[in-house]
Every structure is written in C-alpha cells, then in structure tokens.
C-alpha cells in the first residue's frame, strides 16, 4: 500500500529544477530513512525502544444524549513519571475528539492530520465529514504503517447526521464500531466500573459522573495511570469539556477520611 | 522491570537532634496493579531500633522473620537489646551469606545507639553497608528521593520539623513513580518516644 505521506511539507516548485540542489525540493515528499548497514534490525531496535505499554486510561460510550469521553493525563516512562499534565483527549474539529493511548507523538501528529484531511473534505465537498469516514480515514492511514512500530490506541467520538458516532482504531490497522470502550492499562479497571454503572437513559450529569468515577479506579489500581481525570461531552453542537479534576481529591472526595475512635489514650500524670 | 520493580517500594531514614524519622510507602503492587494500600515495611526490632525493607514484597517479609529470630535469641543469650550497629553487621552477615542467590531487598536500618546517638545506614541487597549522617533512601522512587531529601535536609532538627521534612521529601518523590506511593508511614523516635503517623496521600 501506498504511504501517506500528506502529513508532510511538499516544496512544489513552478520552474524546472536547474541543478540538483532544486532538484531535491520538487521531489516526491517521503520520509527521511536512517542509512544504516542492517536497516530490518535498526528498525526492530527502534520499535522495541519507542514501544510503550499503553499506560494510561481513556474511556468512551455512547448514551442517550450523546457521547461521554474521559481520560486521565499520566505519561510515564518505565516507572518514572515523566508528566501528570497530559492533554489525552484531542480535539479534532469542534464536533469530534479523539483519545490518546500509546505513543504520544503517534497520537498527537496523526490526530492532527486527520483533523486537517476533515477539513479538506469539508471544502471539497460542502458538508461535514461522519465519524464514520473520519475513522476510516484513520484506519487507513494507521494500516499502512502497520509494522513500523507506530502505536496508537484511539478511539474517534463525535456527532455527525446520524447522530452520535464512536469507534475504536489502533496501530495494527483494527477498526471497531461500538458503544463502550476503554483503552489502555488501566482499562480493565474502568470496564469494571463502566459495565456495571452503564444504562442507555443516563442523563448527562449521571454519565459524566460515571466516566469519572471509571476513570477515578482505573487510576487508583493501575500505576500507569494518574494525574486528572478529564471528562468531555459530544453532542448536537458539538464538543464541550466538563470537567478535570485531580484525581488524589477525588479519591478523598468519594472515600472520606473518618477520624478513628480513640482506643487508648495517654494523659499526664498529676501529683507526686 | 527489574525484579526490585516488581513490588514497588520507597523507603527513606533521616538523621535529627537526638531523634531520627523512618518513613515508608504503603503500596503494594504486582508491576503496574495496586493489590493493597497498608502493606508494611518499616518493622520494629526493638523500641530502639527498626528496620524497613525495600524491594521484592516476599523476601522483605521473610528477611524480617529471620531477623527477629536471630535478634530474640541475641536477647536471650546477652540479656540486654542489640545495639544499631552490631544489628547492621547482623544484617550484612545474612545478606552476602546468600551471595549467589541474594534476597532481592535493600535494607534501611534506622536506631539509637549508645548515650541514644541516631544510627542509620542502607545496605544493597548483597550487604554493602552504607552509613550516612544524614539521610539514607531505598526503593524504586529512590532517584528521585536522593534529590528530595538532598534538598530539603538540614541537619540537627527537632522531631516535628524532622517529621515534616521527611513526610515532603517523601510525598514529592513517590509522587514522580507509578509502583510507590499510595500514602506513607511515618515513624519518629527520640529518647523517650515513638511516634507512628499514616500519611493522606495521592491515591493514584
């Protein structure tokens, strides 16, 4: 399959190359490749070094009123934390997000061209892009590169005319419809909590609630997830944050310390 | 992950006037899941005298057994409790006694020795005795501990002062590692007493 290479500056020039400094501008764009003498085993290197294990929690359903997307904003390395402050949820175009899980650089720079291949299509064809063909946009892209050592764990919400749309890509080139997901290390956690609290007729304040109780336990049993936990609502008029809040007062907030009873006391001694 | 980073620890012993402070994490975690949020590390040998161990969960538990064997009869035989110093060359004793099968833990052993002068000192997991005269780390938030505790220690503090460098310099470290943290335990010995307090931590 063909690369997509459209996420990259093309330097088209209107006269003929006239020696071969101009010459290297108006050729074809394409990625720098390393020159090395092993290139199979430098890539295998690079992908086991760039490879991360997820470590984050994100979530998505669909529910009567819209789409629910939550996330929380832990970036580690290995053990270290490198950034409780991370934006994962990313906003494609004011009516669709898109989650961050795997790669941040992967994410962010393929989130952002698939924001600029929507618009594109919203020019050239006078209405608004479907979730539907954003994802597969998307997964398109994401499968060309399959092997490459991309990593890239998104799931795609937004509300187009058929109503409210989500699904679930990843850098092995899936595509997935649906109307619960979670993703990352912590997602077992928030599936947990998702499952069992999840109704179709919830109400907006209920679901948002839910999504960051999910993602308060995720963040609680999994060390790879922490920091904040952004909730984001999707509906006919598009994308509007709810709230963020930090999720060590949130775990005071539902679990309250209650002083103990005092067992034995020690007071001074009066007199001789 | 390494074998130490299985279970996630982070443990930290400071030097005061006349009193020192142990502090430990509560997490215990296999890899990135959080099983349990009061496991404990620090032990107690003798009112005088404790030791936390961090690294692999099990070999912490069963070190400890060991040593408050060999410490209960010491007692026995000596009548009286053992001093800091000779307990840490006990320590390194039975750790390089497992030289080519080590228990996976890096010891911190805090105490007050004779005429009650503060004692601490950390060990690797082979014995290497490290003493210090101000502040000893262990576990896997230990980078970032040294630097914690580098900055914020001054010496010859006072019991709450010691006990509120030691529970920042500890909360701040634990909260940059995702396999330690989950609250904190702090004990603070002078002369005349102990103290243990829980520490409300992020939970994340």
């Known amino acids: 399959m063909k690369l997509d290479t459209t996420g990259l500056e093309s330097f088209p020039t209107l006269l003929a190359p006239q020696n071969d400094v101009v010459g290297d501008l108006s050729a074809a764009p394409s990625f720098d490749l390393p020159n090395s003498n092993d290139f199979d085993g430098f890539l295998k290197e690079?992908?086991?070094?760039?490879?991360?294990a997820k470590g984050?929690?994100?979530?998505?359903?669909?529910?009567?009123?819209g789409v629910m997307v939550a996330a929380d904003s832990r970036a580690s390395m290995g053990g270290y934390i490198s950034s409780q402050s991370v934006k994962k949820i990313i906003e494609i175009n004011p009516y669709m997000l898109g989650t961050m899980a795997g790669g941040a650089a992967d994410c962010q720079f393929w989130h952002r061209n698939l924001g600029i291949k929507c618009r594109l299509h919203e020019l050239a064809n006078k209405r608004r892009i479907s979730v539907t063909g954003a994802s597969k946009l998307l997964a398109n892209i994401l499968y060309s590169y399959r092997g490459m050592g991309l990593s890239v764990g998104t799931m795609i919400a937004g509300w187009d005319e058929t109503g409210p749309g989500l699904y679930y890509v990843d850098s092995e080139g899936g595509r997935?419809?649906?109307t619960r997901f979670s993703v990352g290390s912590g997602s077992p956690y928030a599936y947990g909590v998702l499952d069992s609290g999840y109704r179709y007729d919830l109400s907006v304040e209920e679901a948002a609630e839910l999504a960051r109780?999910?993602?308060y336990h995720a963040t609680f049993r999994d060390g790879a997830s922490g920091g904040v936990a952004s909730v984001y609502y999707v509906g006919p008029n598009g994308w509007k944050k709810l709230s963020g809040d930090d999720v060590g007062e949130l775990h005071y907030h539902y679990y309250p310390v209650t002083p103990s009873t005092v067992e034995q006391e020690m007071v001074e001694a009066t007199g001789a | 992950m390494s074998i130490f980073e299985y279970n996630g620890s982070a443990v930290v012993a400071m030097v005061g006037k006349n009193c020192f402070a142990i502090a430990s994490d509560r997490r215990l975690g296999v890899q990135l899941q959080t099983i349990a949020t009061d496991f404990q590390r620090i032990f107690k040998i003798h009112d005088k005298l404790f030791i936390a161990l961090s690294g692999l969960a099990?070999?912490?538990?069963?070190?400890?057994?060991?040593?408050?064997?060999?410490?209960?009869?010491?007692?026995?035989?000596?009548?009286r409790d053992m001093k800091p110093e000779t307990f840490a060359s006990l320590v390194s004793a039975l750790l390089y006694e497992k030289r080519f099968g080590p228990y996976f833990c890096q010891p911190v052993i805090a105490g007050l020795g004779d005429g009650d002068k503060p004692f601490i000192c950390t060990m690797d997991c082979l014995g290497a005795k490290e003493l210090a005269k101000d502040f000893v780390v262990s576990g896997t938030a230990s980078e970032s501990l040294y630097g914690a505790c580098e900055a914020m220690f001054k010496p010859d503090m006072e019991p709450?002062?010691?006990?509120?460098?030691?529970?920042?310099?500890l909360q701040s470290s634990v909260d940059r590692d995702c396999l330690?943290?989950?609250?904190?335990h702090v004990y603070v010995v002078t002369p005349t007493e102990v103290t243990e307090r829980i520490l409300?931590?992020?939970m994340d």
């Open chain 1, 46 to 52: 690079a992908i086991q070094m760039v490879k991360p």
């Open chain 1, 56 to 65: 984050t929690t994100t979530l998505a359903f669909i529910f009567k009123e």
């Open chain 1, 176 to 178: 997935l419809k649906g």
């Open chain 1, 213 to 215: 109780r999910a993602i």
């Open chain 2, 58 to 79: 099990t070999d912490a538990q069963t070190l400890y057994q060991r040593l408050v064997f060999r410490h209960k009869l010491y007692q026995l035989r000596e009548e």
């Open chain 2, 160 to 169: 709450e002062e010691l006990f509120e460098t030691i529970s920042q310099a």
């Open chain 2, 180 to 184: 330690s943290g989950w609250g904190g």
């Open chain 2, 200 to 202: 409300k931590g992020r």
